[in-house]
């Protein structure tokens, strides 16, 4: 089992930026892949960005490619998500998630509870 805790939410000005952070616990994340996702009010859960076990290969959803950078500390089991430049349409509940990689959520069979981000006009 993996536990996944989201933290680094919160209110942020448009234009400013948040840094994420998914701290996983009771297995290693080392040879998984992480994924971050992220759910707008009335919306569905949307692809955001992943990081294979390796860090070497990142992927981004057109929508924050440019502004967001994922990116992970295996020696931590620790998971990061830089979000620049953001945008009101950025306002999210915010989730990470461990599993087999890909913008497909059903390849995630771990979730932490998400992070509330909310950026102002």
């Known amino acids: 089992q993996v536990q996944l805790v989201e933290s680094g939410g919160g209110l942020v000005q448009a234009g400013g930026s948040l840094r994420l952070s998914c701290v996983a616990s009771?297995?290693?994340?080392?040879?998984?892949?992480m994924g971050w996702f992220r759910q707008a009010p009335g919306k569905e859960r949307e692809f955001v960005a992943l990081?294979?076990?390796?860090?070497?290969?990142?992927y981004y959803a057109d929508s924050v490619k440019g502004r967001f950078t994922v990116s992970r500390d295996n020696a931590k089991n620790t998971v990061y998500l830089q979000m620049n430049s953001l945008k009101p349409s950025d306002t999210a509940v915010y989730y990470c998630?461990?599993?087999?990689?890909?913008?497909?959520?059903?390849?995630?069979?771990?979730w932490g509870q998400g992070t509330q981000v909310t950026v102002s006009s």
């Open positions: 998630a461990a599993g087999v990689g890909g913008d497909n959520q059903r390849a995630y069979g771990y």
């Open positions: 009771g297995r290693t994340i080392s040879s998984t892949a």
């Open positions: 990081v294979t076990w390796s860090g070497s290969y990142t």
